[in-house]
């Protein structure tokens, strides 16, 4: 039988409610239950909802509603968790150029791994990726999933800028900057892609409920290509139905 969560205080108007001690599918599944559950349950007070790796933030009015009826109303919610069909999930292609000014540190990877550079690309580009949660930044999406054979540490010294749209790895995580910032993850390459436009409705292009992300490699030629067309407004994205199994 499944371990009933915990329920954590986080400020006087959030609760956490942490399914487990460990990054993996499983419990963020937990997650994605929950987060769909007290989504439709449409609980009066309560105001958003923020899943992470493992556990899920609930933010509420306590003018609204008091936080013992909150945790009891999650508690009845939760008996049902199990029962829950999630919805189908998918996947978003996100086109990279990989290496060279794009990727300064895919040669650090591939000989921290005893790898060449195209074995590096081969395999980061081999794989869907669980988007486990947003962060960091606005759009930063943690992914997860990826091979042990290419992890490499952080950097030592962060960079000051690092810009949008540069694909890092970090440990055994992958992620996707989404706007100019500070970063120390090493940077492997880069897509065109606006992954998040405050302009654009929703702002964030993937979302830690339904998503993964799946690498393709591109040439320098079509990374400009595609950036042309996205600040012209004319690019999609290519998303299509998660093959399971």
């Given at each position: 039988m499944r371990a009933q969560s915990r329920l954590l205080l986080a400020g006087d108007?959030?609760?956490?409610?942490?399914?487990?001690?460990?990054?993996?599918?499983?419990l963020n599944r937990m997650v994605r239950r929950m987060f769909f559950l007290v989504k439709q349950a449409d609980i009066p007070g309560v105001?958003?909802?923020?899943?992470?790796?493992?556990?899920?933030?609930?933010?509420?009015?306590?003018?609204?509603?008091?936080?013992?009826?909150?945790?009891?109303?999650?508690?009845?919610?939760?008996?049902?968790?199990?029962e829950v069909e999630l919805p189908p999930q998918r996947v978003v292609e996100i086109p990279t150029v990989y290496g060279g000014e794009y990727g300064p540190d895919l040669d650090f990877v591939a000989k921290y791994n005893n790898l060449t550079p195209?074995?590096?690309?081969?395999?980061?580009?081999?794989?869907?990726?669980?988007?486990?949660?947003?962060?960091?930044?606005?759009?930063?999406?943690?992914?997860?999933?990826?091979?042990?054979?290419?992890?490499?540490?952080?950097?030592e010294t962060p960079r000051v800028r690092v810009p949008a749209g540069s694909v890092g790895i970090a440990g055994e995580q992958t992620g996707i900057y989404p706007i100019e910032s500070p970063g120390g993850w090493r940077i492997i390459g880069r897509?065109?892609?606006?992954?998040?436009?405050?302009?654009?409705?929703?702002?964030?292009?993937?979302?830690?409920?339904?998503?993964?992300?799946?690498?393709?490699?591109?040439?320098?030629?079509?990374?400009?290509?595609?950036?042309?067309?996205?600040?012209?407004?004319?690019?999609?994205?290519s998303i299509r139905p998660l093959r399971e199994g």
């Open positions: 108007s959030c609760i956490a409610m942490e399914f487990g001690n460990e990054i993996s599918p499983e105001l958003e909802l923020v899943p992470t790796y493992r556990s899920l933030y609930i933010y509420y009015d306590p003018l609204r509603i008091r936080l013992e009826d909150l945790k009891r109303k999650l508690r009845e919610l939760e008996r049902k968790a199990d195209e074995e590096v690309v081969e395999i980061h580009t081999s794989t869907d990726y669980l988007v486990y949660m947003i962060g960091f930044t606005p759009g930063f999406a943690y992914l997860g999933g990826m091979s042990k054979r290419i992890a490499a540490p952080r950097l897509t065109p892609v606006k992954i998040f436009d405050p302009t654009r409705d929703p702002p964030v292009i993937l979302q830690p409920t339904s998503d993964y992300v799946r690498f393709v490699r591109i040439s320098e030629e079509e990374f400009h290509r595609i950036k042309r067309l996205v600040e012209s407004g004319e690019y999609e994205v």
